[in-house]
């Protein structure tokens, strides 16, 4: 293997700052002369950006490891990158000897340098957790799809008893005002219509006395941007000054992910959440003040250490009480060295499963009215891909719901439709014009 690698793979698993982060380990590679290898094709460097978040994500990506040794018993340089990299560190190399290099999430910067040493035979890890380093050290964005993802914060300060993204991405920072407004204009300029700003606490973001609504009113100002949209936020860090901008800002789409985990406040207490649910459903109800048709999405986890079934039924109203337009749940999973993996009264799989049914059967009862409730409205949608028809495009709505539509247009075309029927998943619209003409 004395050679260095000429095409790459990189499997992105987990979050969109995953994505993201993907995307920039394959212009690094690019950057060095390295080709994204076709379908099909034999990448000679495979990278798994993994995570960590759920499941036996370790035994997942050794097994995922496995797999990318050749019939004929030869395989590709393999970089382990993501979160599980960061959590197992050189314990990786201890589990199995096909992996040459494990690379955390904020060191991926030196990929190329260690794809090298791994050429030459030399076993790598760097996962060491500086802050910002990477993004000064990243070659310049080019080209874009319509809708990109730009991270603007990184890590956690939260420690939330279950959650391992704390150990994995380290403490919470965030990039410098500048730098951000550059790649944005750099994203824009290489076809991006949509900016969403990442954070695993993307409303923590600041620099210096300006806050998230400050960076949100400049990217406002940026010619050829059309949307704005930023996640993930935490209840604590919200502010007067970011909900107002939702009524304000004529780029910032009324979208709010705002994960609640809970509805009970003896499991909030338990899960570190630092907010109860009372205080939640007001947040969000200011939100609706400032921007009254804004969907809001959430998280939840069911089966947490000690959570009852009164417990859970507190989960259940908190649902009825936002009325999701869209919401994430999860069955908890013990994560190793979290507080609550540890805890007692840990919950069957079965009750877990049970209740996951009647959550997201209650959750999807608000989602589908809210898409109901779409119709009938004229609004833009945002073309990201082909439909499965011939002469069939779907768009993203500002609401984030996806929206087929016969229309001969581009990948990147914003078109006036109005919506006019609802499915469980997605909603039929016809060209504005089209529509006036008939
Ligand atoms: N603030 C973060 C949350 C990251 S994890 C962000 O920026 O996205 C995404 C979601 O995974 C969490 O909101 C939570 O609902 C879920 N999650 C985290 N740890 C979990 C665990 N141990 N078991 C089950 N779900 C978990
Ligand atoms: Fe995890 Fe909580 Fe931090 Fe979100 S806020 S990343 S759930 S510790
Ligand atoms: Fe997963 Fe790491 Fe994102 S654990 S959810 S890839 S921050």
Redesign the pocket.
């Known amino acids: 293997m004395a050679t260095p690698p000429k095409t790459f793979r990189i499997k992105s698993f987990g ?1 969109q700052m995953n994505v993201y982060d993907g995307e920039r380990m394959a212009e690094m590679l690019g950057a060095e002369g390295m080709r994204a290898a076709d379908d099909g094709e034999d990448a000679e460097l495979v990278v798994l950006n993994t995570c960590h ?2 499941e036996k994500a370790a035994e997942k990506a050794y097994s995922d490891v496995g797999r990318l040794r050749r019939e004929d018993g030869s395989r590709p340089l393999i970089a382990l990158a993501g979160c599980v990299a960061q959590a197992e560190g050189a314990e990786a190399q201890r589990r199995t000897s096909m992996i040459d290099m494990v690379v955390g999430p904020q060191a991926y910067h030196r990929l190329p340098q260690m794809v090298a040493e791994a050429a030459a035979g030399r076993r790598v890890v760097d996962t060491d957790l500086p802050a910002l380093t990477k993004f000064n050290a990243l070659p310049a964005r080019r080209r874009t799809g319509p809708s990109a993802f730009l991270t603007v914060q990184e890590g ?1 300060d939260k420690f939330c008893t ?4 704390p150990y994995t991405r380290g403490a919470e920072i965030s990039r410098p005002f500048a730098s951000i407004v550059a790649e944005a204009r750099a994203l824009v300029d290489g076809g991006a219509r949509e900016i969403t700003l990442l ?3 993307v409303n923590a973001w600041s620099d210096g006395d300006r806050c998230l609504d400050a960076l949100i009113r400049a990217l406002d100002r940026l010619d050829g941007l059309e949307r704005i949209r930023y ?2 936020s ?1 209840p604590m860090d919200m502010s007067d000054a970011l909900i107002a901008a939702h009524g304000e800002v004529a780029k910032l789409m009324p979208y709010l992910h705002l ?1 609640v ?1 809970s509805g009970s406040d003896r499991i909030l207490k338990a899960m570190n959440r630092s907010h109860d649910a009372e205080g939640y459903v007001r947040l969000i109800e200011r939100f609706r003040a400032a921007r009254p048709d804004i969907a809001i999405s959430g ?3 069911v089966g947490f250490p000690g959570e009852s079934e009164a417990d859970f039924e507190a989960t259940l109203r908190i649902v009825d009480a936002v009325r999701y337009a869209a919401a ?1 749940s ?6 190793p060295g ?1 507080p609550a993996a540890a805890m007692d009264d840990q919950v069957s799989l079965e009750v877990m499963d049970e209740r996951l049914q009647r959550l997201q059967a209650r959750i999807a009862e608000h989602s589908q009215a809210f898409n109901r409730a779409s119709v009938g409205r004229s609004t833009r949608i945002l073309i990201d891909r082909k439909g499965r028809r011939p002469g069939q495009m779907i768009g993203k709505s500002p609401w984030l719901q996806s929206v087929h539509v016969e229309a001969e247009a581009e990948i990147g075309a914003m078109l006036d439709v109005t919506l006019v029927s609802a499915g469980p998943n997605s909603l039929g619209g016809v060209l504005a014009h089209r529509q006036a003409a008939a």
């Not at 279950?162 to 993204?165: A, D, E, N, Q, T």
């Not at 999860?330 to 994560?335: E, G, L, Q």
């Open positions: 979050c978040i759920r956690c279950y959650c391992v993204v954070g695993q606490n996640t993930t935490h994960p985990q998280d939840f986890i994430y999860f069955k908890y999973s013990p994560r979290t």
